[in-house]
């Protein structure tokens, strides 16, 4: 089955203690980018990756981290958490066709994160 | 002003009532529209894109007008399942991100 997998799917956490949400996707798709969701703000893109060892930031990078060392992960590493990093979060996947982003992106079931 | 606006909602309606959404973009170099639909705490998935001439996909018609930048969609017949959020999104311009409004609830009662 086609899916994009996040663990873990809930954690709560203490402020400065690092954490890595992972991201797995199994269509062999070369885009994947990491949202996070807030109340009345909607999804917004914090970093994406073109294909491996390629990643580039989003709308809002501040305290995130990320890696594309293969095609199909793409974790996302919260160095020193916050408390306004508590958020829902998205990890999406996608095709490329000529260099563009394909119209559908593929999201995981979403990470839950609270940072005490 | 946000790149994609959106009436948040709620929008109450009965079951088998016609609804409809509007959306407006700021970036007229916008390329790609799409609607995704996001059900209470889950990830948002592709309900369908919205090309230049307008589109329909049983129940759902959607509409672009890019002198206006403005996106809709119309929900005909409408479901209890039909409830969600619904998810206006523009791909544009240069980049390849994809740009979310932040949604409009749709609860249809029974």
């Known amino acids: 089955e086609a899916q994009v997998t996040q663990n873990p799917r809930y954690l709560i956490t203490v402020t400065g203690k690092k954490l890595t949400v992972t991201c797995s996707q199994n269509?062999?798709?070369?885009?994947m980018s990491w949202y996070r969701q807030d109340p009345g703000l909607g999804l917004r893109q914090i970093y994406y990756?073109?294909?491996?060892?390629?990643?580039d930031k989003g709308d809002v990078p501040e305290g995130y981290k990320v890696s594309r060392k293969e095609k199909r992960n793409f974790p996302l590493i919260l160095e020193s958490p916050s408390p306004n990093q508590t958020s829902l979060y998205f990890c999406?996947?996608?095709?490329?066709?000529?260099?563009?982003?394909?119209?559908?992106?593929?999201f995981g079931p979403g990470t839950r994160l609270l940072v005490l | 002003r946000k790149e994609v606006e959106q009436d948040p909602g709620p929008f109450n309606v009965p079951e088998g009532a016609t609804v409809a959404f509007n959306c407006t973009y700021s970036n007229s170099a916008s390329q790609s529209f799409f609607w995704y639909r996001q059900d209470c705490r889950k990830e948002p998935k592709l309900l369908m894109s919205?090309?230049?001439s307008g589109n329909e996909d049983g129940r759902f018609t959607a509409q672009l007008n890019r002198a206006s930048q403005y996106i809709s969609l119309l929900i005909r017949d409408s479901k209890l399942s039909d409830s969600a959020t619904y998810l206006c999104?523009?791909?544009?311009?240069?980049?390849?991100?994809?740009?979310f409004g932040t949604g409009t609830l749709l609860a249809v009662q029974p």
């Open positions: 269509m062999n798709h070369e885009y």
């Open positions: 999104v523009v791909k544009g311009g240069a980049t390849n991100k994809l740009i």
């Open positions: 999406a996947s996608s095709r490329l066709a000529g260099g563009v982003v394909a119209e559908t992106q593929y």
């Open positions: 919205v090309y230049s």
């Open positions: 990756s073109m294909n491996v060892e390629v990643t």
